[in-house]
């Protein structure tokens, strides 16, 4: 068995370009938002709180870019009861609130992002179409 592994890692380039992605799908929605995005293990690489965002929605954007770093998942999908028994577990580090998606590249989880100050489905516009950004720079700049 081997002692060690290779692994990928979120530049701060690649997370800025997260971030102004995010950032232009916010401003064409008319939608002030706070944005996370952190690194696969949940430290925070670049932040935005937009003109016009919930101050309390700091808190949430950048859990919910922790939580889908750490499962590899999208936030808000996961059943009610077991979202509460989760924010337990974890003293309220992790959420099921919708606008947290894994970044992935090449079968890798290299951070997550998280949006947060609209309704959970226009975080979750927001942050489907920053991580479409991602995907198509890792590909080259094509859509697959």
Request: charged letters at 15%; one cysteine or more.
């Amino acid at each position: 068995m081997p002692a060690i592994r290779p692994a990928l890692k979120l530049s701060h380039e690649g997370a800025l370009l997260v971030l102004n992605a995010a950032v232009a799908a916010a401003t064409e929605l008319s939608v002030p938002q706070c944005i996370a995005i952190v690194d696969e293990g949940c430290n925070l690489m670049a932040f935005v709180r937009m003109d016009g965002s919930r101050v309390l929605s700091i808190e949430s954007a950048t859990r919910k870019a922790m939580t889908a770093a750490t499962t590899g998942e999208p936030t808000g999908g996961i059943a009610a009861d077991k979202a509460l028994l989760l924010a337990e577990a974890t003293s309220g580090r992790m959420t099921n609130l919708f606008g947290g998606l894994p970044l992935i590249a090449n079968g890798h989880i290299v951070g997550g992002i998280g949006v947060g100050s609209g309704t959970g489905e226009q975080d979750l516009k927001i942050a489907e179409v920053a991580v479409a950004a991602f995907n198509r720079h890792m590909n080259g700049g094509t859509s697959e």
